[in-house]
């Protein structure tokens, strides 16, 4: 069946660092592939989505492209900010978005 | 995007007890999704509520313990029902837009303690 796979967290960088959070799926057919973003006491947020292969999805500065080839959708960002310390978590629907798969999320937190 | 109201933000219950989780989206929405959250992991899909049949449960969660309405294309509740400590969770209602490129919109979540 299909899964997602991401990065163990939590990452804790500086603030202006480079953030990449990897993200790995096993999917059959054309799934979407998406980032959500959890704040602290808040429920899930799209972040930023691509439908098919070589989409670049982008939001906030944060980037992910869709690579059917390595079956990857990583999320980076070339300088984060305090603000943007969060859980994330990539997630994958299939055809139609009948049923979505999440991974277990990354927890970021961001020094000043 | 579709708005999403979701009631009680937090609750302590006690064991034995149900609790009903609410769920009021802005626009009609034929899909709504319930999911549970536990502390510091992903969300797992409870169940899929479509108006006018029977929630379709994902496995692992049964009707009995987890009775959902859908009244109509904009309302839904989930009850957690003779609720233990091992139910403690954040619950969320999520709906998928009819324009697909926008995912889905969530809920603010119900975090649920039994003590």
């Known amino acids: 069946g299909n899964s997602v796979t991401q990065m163990e967290g939590p990452v804790t960088l500086s603030e202006e660092a480079f953030l990449t959070i990897n993200c790995t799926y096993t999917?059959?057919?054309?799934?979407?592939l998406f980032w959500y973003v959890q704040y602290p006491g808040e429920g899930l947020q799209l972040l930023l989505k691509?439908?098919?292969?070589?989409d670049k999805g982008s939001n906030k500065g944060f980037e992910a492209t869709y690579r059917k080839e390595t079956t990857s959708f990583h999320l980076e960002k070339g300088s984060v900010q305090v603000s943007d310390s969060a859980v994330y978590f990539c997630a994958l629907s299939d055809t139609g978005g009948f049923k979505t798969i999440f991974g277990a999320g990354t927890r970021l937190f961001v020094k000043a | 995007s579709a708005v999403i109201s979701q009631k009680p933000s937090r609750d302590i219950c006690q064991r034995g007890t149900s609790l009903t989780i609410q769920c009021q989206v802005d626009?009609?929405?034929?899909?709504m999704f319930w999911y549970r959250q536990q502390p510091g992991q992903s969300l797992t899909l409870i169940a899929t509520a479509n108006q006018g049949s029977e929630a379709t449960y994902e496995s692992g969660f049964v009707i009995d313990k987890f009775p959902i309405s859908r009244p109509n294309l904009t309302f839904s509740t989930l009850t957690v029902s003779n609720m233990s400590p091992e139910d403690s969770s954040i619950y969320l209602c999520?709906?998928?837009?009819?324009?697909?490129?926008?995912?889905?919109?969530f809920g603010s979540g119900t975090r649920l303690t039994v003590v």
């Open positions: 999520s709906v998928k837009h009819r324009d697909w490129d926008y995912g889905y919109t």
């Open positions: 691509a439908t098919k292969a070589d």
């Open positions: 626009s009609q929405v034929t899909m």
């Open positions: 999917a059959t057919g054309y799934p979407s």
